[in-house]
């Protein structure tokens, strides 16, 4: 039970009789407890999940090892009857990885951290390309021991040529943060992420920003996120289709409350954090490796409409102010 439960439970006590005298004088010190650190391996059955999906596109290694993965999904996707919104959900993923590469290029630093990288091996890819580059790829630790046994079984890493480190680490343990960013060579420094903002509450944002923004402060570089997802109008919520164990994964996540009212409201929060918004990606549909799939179930209505997809993501690079 975490701290928060325990304290709306003893709220139904307050004002009831002798009981209640306890539980009002227990409150301010159970308030003041620590409170047990959360656990976010729940999120992490969405990365084999979005890593399945992967497999169907050109994003680096992401056939191989999505060969490798083992046993259901939890999004319940139509692997068997790949309609337009299996290929829709791919063409997003797809974007979203390549938006993080594009504004990539567009820094020189030479380490580079990357949280809840999942399944994603952008960074041994960067590696094998650049022997410049100290590149520190980041998960959960379940999810970073499963990750290394398929680089293991794959031999994957053999051909890397810079310095790349896969560590566990929960983004939000700000010690264990600050101890994998003193593994980097002074210099500025990149950090990067896609798939985490969305599972965090606004305190949990706050932490993880405090945490970067005091990073980039000292070192210099940048934030690379592809998380500025702002929430669904209610008629395209209606207009998507979702098993019922995304939707109850999305639920038990909160996902649509922690997405941003707007992205002028992000900027708005990145702002207060300390940080100003210097690039957006700009994604580029033509040249996606799922685009011959998609074009052959696109629905006419789609076909002939002249309107780009709806926006409902942006990726942003962020500078320390
Ligand atoms: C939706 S997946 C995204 C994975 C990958 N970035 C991608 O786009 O394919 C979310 C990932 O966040 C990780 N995660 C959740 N909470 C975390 C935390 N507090 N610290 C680090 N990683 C976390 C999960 O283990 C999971 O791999």
Redesign the pocket.
């Known amino acids: 039970m975490y701290i928060g439960d325990l304290n709306s439970h003893l709220n139904l006590f307050s004002g009831a009789g002798p009981a209640s005298k306890t539980a009002i004088f227990a409150f301010p010190e159970i308030s003041n407890m620590p409170q047990a650190p959360k656990d976010?391996?729940s999120?992490?059955p969405?990365?084999k999940s979005?890593?399945m999906m992967?497999g169907y596109t050109s994003i680096p290694y992401a056939k191989q090892t999505a060969a490798l993965m083992q046993g259901a999904e939890i999004f319940d996707l139509s692997f068997d009857d790949k309609d337009f919104w299996f290929w829709i959900r791919v063409m997003h993923?797809e974007s979203?990885?390549w938006s993080i590469d594009q504004l990539l290029e567009q820094t020189d630093n030479r380490n580079i951290l990357e949280?809840?990288?999942?399944?994603?091996l952008r960074g041994l890819d960067l590696c094998v390309k650049d022997q410049s580059l100290h590149y520190i790829d980041?998960?959960?630790p379940d999810?970073v021991a499963l990750k290394q046994s398929m680089i293991s079984q794959l031999q994957l890493d053999k051909a890397v040529k810079g310095r790349f480190e896969l560590l566990p680490?929960?983004?939000?343990d700000t010690t264990s943060f600050n101890d994998v960013i003193n593994r980097f060579d002074n210099g500025p420094l990149t950090i990067v992420?896609?798939?985490?903002l969305m599972?965090l509450n606004m305190e949990e944002k706050k932490q993880l920003c405090k945490a970067i923004h005091s990073t980039l402060k000292q070192r210099g570089g940048c934030w690379i996120t592809a998380d500025i997802y702002v929430k669904r109008s209610a008629e395209m919520t209606a207009s998507l289709p979702q098993s019922e164990s995304e939707a109850a994964f999305f639920e038990q996540h909160n996902i649509e409350e922690n997405k941003f009212a707007s992205y002028e409201a992000a900027q708005a929060f990145f702002k207060e954090q300390g940080f100003e918004m210097i690039k957006e990606a700009v994604p580029n549909y033509q040249q996606l490796s799922v685009m011959p799939h998609l074009l052959k179930v696109l629905p006419e209505a789609v076909r002939s409409s002249k309107e780009p997809p709806p926006k409902i993501q942006a990726t942003w690079m962020l500078k320390a102010l």
């Open positions: 976010f391996s999120v992490s969405s990365a979005l890593l992967k993923f979203r990885y949280l809840s990288s999942g399944y994603s980041t998960d959960l999810v680490l929960n983004a939000l992420n896609e798939g985490l599972y």
